[in-house]
């Protein structure tokens, strides 16, 4: 199956470069660019439209603002496909903000996460120590999304054998 975004992203490169044929980035690195920023706004646009369509838009904004913060100091699992990474995270981020979970809950998930971003996360010492700030937070809003989000985020550092 070809990818969707690929497929795309690789239209509008062409376009790009025949619309200014000086620019020195070959068609592959706009591409590469462009399939990115479909990638990326696709979920924000998909996620927060599901949100809304749910009645849950608070929510959503929350577990996807606390997926994307934490992940942007902890890395994690990538698909090799764009187009499946949108799906998976939509559905991900769309679900979190419907689970309801007890003050227990909530301050359990959030300790778990220290543990997995300090053992798993491949960055260093200091980011991981800012990361683990971030999940911290969460002690003080007891948000159950943000706990489900920083979880959710967490389990893509594990490192699954091939």
């Known amino acids: 199956m070809v990818d969707p975004i690929e497929y795309v992203s690789y239209k509008i490169a062409v376009k790009a470069k025949e619309a200014d044929p000086e620019n020195t ?3 592959d690195q706009i591409r590469y660019g462009v399939a990115l920023d479909i990638g990326f706004y696709s979920v924000i646009l998909l996620t927060v439209a599901i949100g809304m369509i749910t009645k849950e838009f608070w ?4 577990g996807m603002g606390a997926f994307y913060y934490l992940r ?6 990538h698909f090799s496909s ?9 559905a991900i981020l769309s679900i979190i903000p419907h689970i309801h979970l007890s003050e227990f809950t909530v301050v359990s998930l959030t300790f778990i996460c220290i ?5 798993f996360s491949n960055k260093d010492t200091k980011t991981k120590a800012i990361a683990s700030l971030i999940v911290l937070i969460n002690f003080v809003f007891i948000s159950p999304a943000a706990a489900l989000a920083f979880f959710a985020q967490s389990l893509t550092l594990i490192k699954l054998r091939r």
Do not use: A, E, N, R
Request: charged letters at 10%.
């Open 25 to 27: 980035d070959d068609v």
């Open 59 to 62: 929510g959503t904004l929350i």
């Open 82 to 90: 764009l187009f499946v990474c949108t799906i998976v995270s939509v």
């Open 115 to 119: 543990p997995l971003i300090i053992f």
């Open 72 to 77: 942007k100091f902890t890395g994690g699992f």
